[in-house]
């Protein structure tokens, strides 16, 4: 079966720090990846994405992640946090080529210290 | 439109009443999604619609009914709540390996 695991429940950062959000993934096949942001009472929205094509993706917001098959991993980061960027962020993969089934990782809330 | 909508965004139920919740897209995605999510976890999916037909079912509580009228609208019937019930209700709709497309919620409460 295909999962995600996020390392840190709750990481901390002060403005203008690196973000540096961890994901690994179970999979025994080529799995779609994504990142989503969740903010307080509100829906998610994906950041970014990866279906097999260049291992660095670009989203949206400044955030990036690097898809890396040897360590099974798709860390999320971004260069320099912003206050805005407090939120709740999850990892997830898709179970099957259609990605019409997406399981979520548990999440890891961001918090940014001025 | 590139929105999932979905009504009402806050429902306070009995655990006798009937009610409904509502979703709908216009964006021509074939696949729609309900989830659940409880405070500080992660969504957790109860049902998905692709081609307006039930694809899976996550062995929800009867007490959930979901029905898709149409590819644009997705919705949950509610009947005989419990107050665990009590979460954030998710829809989403997606196209081929895209991702999906989240709405921002109804949150429920059961009293």
């Known amino acids: 079966a295909q999962s995600v695991t996020q390392l840190g429940s709750h990481v901390s950062v002060s403005e203008g720090a690196l973000v540096l959000l961890r994901c690994n993934y179970s999979s025994s096949v080529p799995p779609y990846l994504f990142w989503y942001v969740q903010y307080p009472n509100q829906g998610l929205q994906l950041l970014l994405k990866y279906t097999s094509a260049a291992t660095l993706v670009k989203g949206i917001n400044g955030f990036e992640a690097e898809f890396k098959k040897s360590e099974t991993s798709f860390h999320l980061t971004k260069p320099s946090a912003h206050m805005s960027d407090a939120a709740e962020y999850f990892c997830a993969v898709s179970v099957d080529s259609s990605a019409s089934k997406i399981i979520f990782g548990s999440g890891t809330r961001l918090s940014i210290r001025p | 439109d590139t929105e999932v909508t979905q009504t009402p965004k806050h429902l306070v139920m009995g655990m006798t009443n009937k009610k409904s919740l509502k979703c709908e897209q216009h964006m021509g995605h074939r696949a729609m999604y309900w989830y659940k999510q409880k405070a500080k976890k992660p969504p957790e999916l109860m049902f998905v619609?692709?081609?307006?037909?039930?694809?899976i079912n996550e062995s929800v509580p009867s007490r959930f009914s979901p029905e898709c009228p149409n590819s644009s609208l997705l919705n949950l019937h509610l009947h005989a709540l419990q107050p665990e019930d009590s979460a954030l209700y998710l829809c989403?709709?997606?196209?081929?390996?895209?991702?999906?497309?989240f709405g921002s919620g109804t949150r429920l409460t059961v009293v």
């Open positions: 989403a709709s997606s196209q081929g390996s895209g991702g999906y497309t």
């Open positions: 619609y692709s081609y307006e037909k039930l694809s």
